[in-house]
């Protein structure tokens, strides 16, 4: 079946580090994948998607790359700053059936 | 616009009573989803509605989880008997993917505490 594996942290950085949260997937075809963030006390956001092979999501200046070849969907950003501490979860989701398997999440926390 | 709304935001109650959780998907969308979100076992799915009917019900844990959507829209998950297990966060999410939008936007969720 679908799985996505995600490293579970947590991580803790220092504000204006390099962040980067490694995501990879099992599934058949053509998977969308997405990036969900969970601030503290808050619902789960949609970051960024990709729909396709060599697309790239971008939003907040967090970026990730659909890697087809690697089966892989790595969250990076440049410089992290002290709001973006918060649960990240890596995801896929099959046209089929339209259902989201989700990454087990990743607590990033960013000290000032 | 509104975004999905779930009602009531906590629910505690004792074990072996009834619940009915609610959600309010985007207006306009065909599709909505329950998850369920534990300490445990992370982010789940449940159960799928397009429109009013479950193509998909292969997520809900035992007998004792039904769920149902009427008029399109608002949904109800019903669990009963409820067990100590089953307390987690119950989040629904809605999407439009029969007019290209296969995003799902998630409501805040219902933190049910079973005693």
């Known amino acids: 079946g679908d799985s996505v594996t995600q490293m579970e942290g947590p991580v803790t950085l220092s504000e204006e580090a390099f962040l980067t949260i490694n995501c990879t997937y099992t599934?058949?075809?053509?998977?969308?994948l997405f990036w969900y963030v969970q601030y503290p006390g808050e619902g789960l956001q949609l970051l960024l998607k990709a729909t396709k092979a060599d697309d790239k999501g971008s939003n907040k200046g967090f970026e990730a790359t659909y890697r087809k070849e690697t089966t892989s969907f790595h969250l990076e950003k440049g410089s992290v700053q002290v709001s973006d501490s918060a649960v990240y979860f890596c995801a896929l989701m099959r046209r089929s059936n339209y259902k989201l398997t989700f990454g087990k999440g990743t607590l990033l926390t960013v000290n000032p | 616009g509104a975004g999905v709304s779930q009602s009531p935001s906590n629910k505690v109650t004792e074990k072996g009573k009834d619940v009915e959780l609610r959600c309010d998907p985007i207006s306009g969308h065909t599709a909505l989803y329950w998850y369920r979100q534990s300490l445990g076992q992370g982010l789940e799915f449940l159960i799928y509605f397009q429109g009013n009917s479950a193509p998909d019900k292969s997520g809900l844990p035992s007998d004792r989880f039904s769920a149902e959507r009427t008029g399109g829209s608002v949904s109800t998950l019903t669990i009963q008997r409820t067990q100590q297990e089953d307390s987690a966060v119950y989040l629904c999410a809605s999407s439009s993917p029969s007019s290209g939008e296969e995003t799902q936007y998630f409501g805040p969720g219902t933190r049910l505490l079973v005693l």
């Open positions: 599934a058949t075809g053509y998977p969308s």
